[in-house]
């Protein structure tokens, strides 16, 4: 059974705006809808008396839950446009991302906090252990928690590394978990002692933060213990996305996956319905360079496992930004018609060029 999370949170939120309405207004947008009108009062079990915000709530969750997430969107945004109810929000899972541990001299802290930076663009979150361990916290505990909860950990590997005791009891814990840990070599630093059987990657003296990271990032996506969680943290990653370019170098390392699982699906379809900086971007990756980013995207989620049970979700987001083959009309011919009021056209209707 797969449950309609996205749905849920619209509905629930459609909901509380009508809530926050009085009776009239409320039955005068549900008309308008072709929805049955709320009663003025509610005979309960034992009690008769004018319908509360309770139970307009209770009525009106129950009157729009057969409708579609485009159909519900529809409602919101007259709910905003004409009462000034609260605007709804993108839906974001609480899903884990990659964590990483960072296992580094005190000397190279201000540098490393940089590189956890930028890992941030990709949703990836980089445990920093003098950044990371909030005021009054045991230190020792913040670290060991982090060292058994990471998914990997990154060493940074600089001369006199080998005389930390506490660089050695983190890189002994991380390869004992048996979890992925990439060396990063700098001033010629090689690995030593168990680790030294793994390749350091060499860090040019130069390197700026950026370049580190995607160099993190490029590590990341080869490894098969951390290509999952790598998706699920790039799918979010890319509703945050504030540039065209960074949506670019997100896709970049999403579109090397064939194994996007529903959650991820959902998450992007979602980026692209209401990110504008991903739906206005052009592609700037390989052979699909010079096409629209959200053409290029929706054709690689049509190959997805996660595909099958986003295909509303999809089609309710490429008709809204214009994106032929995955309309409505295509993949949804037996669902019930989009809500319009009368005297108003569809918000997807009118667009003579695409939205952006």
Known sequence: MAIDYEKLRLLRAVSEQMTSMSLADLNMVLYEAGIAELPDHWEGDDNYGPTD????????????????????REISTALQQVFDA??????????????????????????????????????????VAHEDVAVDDEWHTAIETSLQSVHGGVVFLLPRIIESAWCDQEVGWLLGRGVPVLGLKFSGQDPYG?????????????????????????????????????????????????????????WEHLSESDNLDSNQVAAITIALRDNDQVYGAECRVGPQTGKRLVIVIFDHLRKQPGYADNEELIAEAATLRRVPGFTQSDTLADTKPAVTPRGVSSSWTNYSEPPF
């Open 86 to 127: 609260p605007e709804i929000g993108v839906f974001v899972e609480d899903e884990s991302p990659l964590q990483l541990f960072a296992s580094h001299l005190t000397t190279q802290q201000s540098f490393v906090k940089k590189v956890a930076d930028a890992l941030k663009t990709y949703g990836v979150t980089l445990f």
């Open 53 to 72: 915000d309770d139970t307009k709530k209770r009525i009106a969750s129950t009157t729009l839950r057969d409708l579609t997430r485009a159909q519900l």
């Open 194 to 250: 168990p680790f030294g059987k793994k390749q350091a990657q060499p860090v040019p003296s130069a390197a700026t933060a950026e370049v580190v990271a995607a160099s993190i990032m490029e590590w990341a996506s080869k490894k098969p213990q951390l290509r999952q969680v790598l998706n699920t943290s790039l799918s979010f990653a890319l509703q945050k996305s504030w540039r065209y370019d960074m949506s670019n170098a997100i």
